[in-house]
């Protein structure tokens, strides 16, 4: 029997062609991956900029009326970048060294906003209204999940709470300052609200009951835009 | 674990994309020899060969009066044409029906125990003297003009068989609609694999034969209830030229519901997967050409690719609606419409989603070429639809369980 014959080149020129699709798909994607990342910098610097104009602005109208100072006046893009941190965190994995990066950078800019907030409170005697989240990505917070759920309810619910939320074992120096003070323990979900600190899982009801003021915001009608939120979002 | 399976998931997507550049290759490099073929075949024959065709029935009692019909309605000269209607003990009133075809001069029609198809087939080739011979199942339908098509294939000397394209009578519903795409992606991958001198299945629907290839290979065999895979391998292994008729359609009846595919299919890969076993010698040879260093091992390695893709598809699907169902369960159902306000910042970008967007286009363009072929023009239909939204879906479940009955050898059945 004859053997038949093989066309080696359309072979190797199929391999080529193949490899070629590859490269370019690696190249696009690491492309746009570098545009996105390129993208939650520029807001991140943004909201730098934000706050440090706010508190520029705060010691200039430190002798000034109230009115001219409101938690309008806080960045209104922290809910944006939590959320596009959330969504490249779920895609690259909270492993992902550029993910840490930013999520260390998106901490600071929280704590700082957090501390303008209640500057400004104190300043006009206001009380303020917020919540502080701790998570964590690892498999050993079952509830964060669900807590998760729960914060991004709220934040649709009342879009003036300002919810701020951490990676538990974020390893930054501010945040782990921020844990000490307020003495959390590694029980997750925690939250803090006006002091009081709570473990485990909240859902929504138990917020609203233990939180009587979150129903005046629902009442609020200001038309500022939402701010830092709930974290491991899917 | 997850790196583990990326990593396989890139293997396998790359070969699975390999072979479709492979494929799509083969078919811009030949596209004017399918219009050179279909004007050879247009010129018609110099001289008609001696043809039989066997009808091999058991409990066909609805369909196998039709069947003869259509073969009596063929465009080829009637001294020259017999049709052998071979009742293989059915149990039904297949024998009466066929009755009315004994005074025919053309029909012959006789009665055995049962044996199965393989046995019926060998009981009509050890019967006849023709110089070609096929077979037609008694629920399926040819066109007028394939058998003469299909012969004139065998004016080249070396042509042991040739293979016609198998389309869909009349199908309706979404599960009929979405096989019809299916078989007329069938007949362009096959038609590729003549050109690669590659076909490795001769259709039980009217595939025809030199009888000298019975005479010198043998007769059927059981071969898992895939006579037709068999046969051709075993034909293949000897260096007999097989090739595939594009322009012979031969229509048979599709499973209508969900269990009788399943179980058709299920016998289709398991016979596959079985006689790849007995013809394993063949894999990665030079000497059975483009069948054994590329062809057969990569009907192999889709059979794993689907499984595992599948897999993967499914439970990334499950794991959304588990996440899904215990968000509703925590903050009751909310709906957002998701392009309210369109961010291409959560376009997903990754390798895996633009290969996927490419390997879609390929087999985009192989679905409108395939179903020119089978239907001389592309038009854009529910049967697409439903191909495109629900086969990926179905198709895994038959791999599986021949899978399944391969790995825990639980034999295919007929019916």
């Known amino acids: 029997m004859e053997p038949k014959k093989i066309n080696s080149k359309k072979y190797l020129f199929s391999f080529i062609i193949t490899a070629i699709i590859f490269a370019t798909a690696i190249y696009l994607s690491n492309y746009f991956s570098q545009k996105k990342l390129d993208e939650i910098r520029n807001i991140q610097d943004k909201i730098s900029i934000d706050i440090l104009s706010s508190e520029t602005q705060f010691s200039l109208l430190e002798e000034s009326l109230c009115k001219d100072l409101g938690t309008e006046t806080l960045s209104s893009e922290l809910g944006e970048l939590e959320n596009k941190l959330a969504y490249t965190e779920n895609m690259r994995g909270v492993n992902d060294p550029e993910v840490t990066t930013l999520k260390r950078y998106y901490s600071l800019l929280e704590i700082k906003d957090y501390l303008l907030m209640n500057k400004i409170s104190e300043k006009c005697n206001k009380t303020p209204l917020s919540i502080i989240y701790f998570y964590s990505t690892n498999n050993d917070c079952l509830d964060c999940e669900k807590e998760g759920y729960v914060l991004t309810k709220l934040r649709e619910t009342y879009p003036d709470l300002r919810i701020y939320s951490f990676d538990y074992n974020l390893d930054l120096s501010a945040v782990r300052t921020l844990i000490s003070i307020?003495?959390?323990?590694?029980?997750?979900?925690?939250?803090?609200?006006k002091d009081k600190t709570y473990y485990g899982f909240q859902s929504i009801e138990d917020l609203e009951k233990n939180v009587p003021e979150l129903?005046?915001?629902?009442?609020?009608?200001?038309?500022?835009?939402?701010t830092a939120t709930s974290t491991k979002k899917n | 674990m997850y790196e583990a399976t990326n990593t396989i998931t890139y293997i396998l997507l790359f070969i699975s994309l390999y072979f479709e550049v492979f494929i799509l290759i083969t078919y811009f490099e030949n596209r004017l020899e399918i219009k050179k073929e279909e004007n050879y075949v247009s010129l018609g024959l110099k001289k008609?060969?001696?043809?039989?065709?066997?009808?091999p029935c058991w409990n066909e009692e609805l369909t196998v009066s039709k069947t003869v019909h259509s073969l009596l309605a063929l465009d080829y000269p009637k001294n020259k044409l017999k049709i052998m209607v071979i009742d293989d003990g059915s149990t039904d009133k297949t024998w009466e029906k066929i009755q009315k075809f004994k005074n025919n001069p053309q029909v012959e029609i006789h009665t055995k125990a049962n044996g199965g198809k393989y046995t019926a087939l060998n009981f009509g080739i050890s019967k006849l003297n023709s110089d070609l011979v096929g077979c037609l199942d008694a629920d399926s339908y040819v066109h007028k003009d394939a058998l003469k098509n299909i012969a004139t294939y065998f004016q080249d000397k070396e042509t042991m068989a040739v293979a016609p394209s198998v389309g869909l009578w009349q199908p309706k519903g979404p599960l009929q609609l979405l096989q019809k795409v299916d078989y007329a992606f069938g007949i362009f991958n096959r038609k590729m694999f003549h050109f690669l001198q590659a076909v490795y299945i001769t259709p039980g629907p009217f595939s025809i034969f030199r009888l000298s290839v019975f005479k010198k290979l043998g007769g059927y065999r059981h071969a898992h209830n895939t006579e037709d895979i068999e046969i051709a391998l075993r034909m293949q292994k000897n260096g007999y030229k097989i090739v595939h008729a594009h322009n012979a359609m031969v229509y048979t009846v599709a499973p209508n519901s969900l269990r009788k595919l399943l179980k058709q299919r299920t016998r289709w890969v398991y016979g596959f997967i079985k006689n790849a076993g007995d013809y394993r010698h063949m894999f990665f040879k030079r000497e059975y050409g483009n069948l054994g260093v590329f062809i057969l091992p990569m009907a192999a390695i889709s059979i794993i690719s689907i499984l595992t893709i599948a897999s993967i598809s499914i439970f990334g699907i499950l794991n959304s609606l588990v996440n899904k169902y215990l968000e509703i369960q925590t903050v009751g159902l909310?709906?957002?419409?998701?392009?309210?306000?369109?961010?291409?910042?959560?376009?997903?970008?990754?390798?895996?989603?633009?290969?996927?967007?490419?390997?879609?286009?390929?087999t985009i363009t192989m679905i409108v070429v395939s179903k020119r072929m089978a239907e001389g023009k592309f038009n854009f239909g529910m049967d697409l639809i439903y191909f495109l939204t629900l086969y990926m879906f179905i198709a895994p479940l038959w791999i599986g369980k021949a899978v399944y009955n391969v790995i825990f050898s639980v034999k295919a059945s007929w019916r």
């Open chain 1, 182 to 193: 307020n003495k959390t323990r590694n029980e997750l979900p925690a939250l803090i609200i």
């Open chain 1, 215 to 226: 129903r005046l915001l629902r009442n609020t009608k200001t038309a500022t835009s939402t």
């Open chain 2, 48 to 55: 008609y060969p001696t043809v039989t065709i066997i009808v």
């Open chain 2, 334 to 362: 909310s709906f957002h419409w998701p392009f309210s306000r369109f961010e291409w910042f959560y376009v997903n970008t990754e390798i895996m989603s633009i290969i996927a967007i490419v390997a879609a286009t390929g």
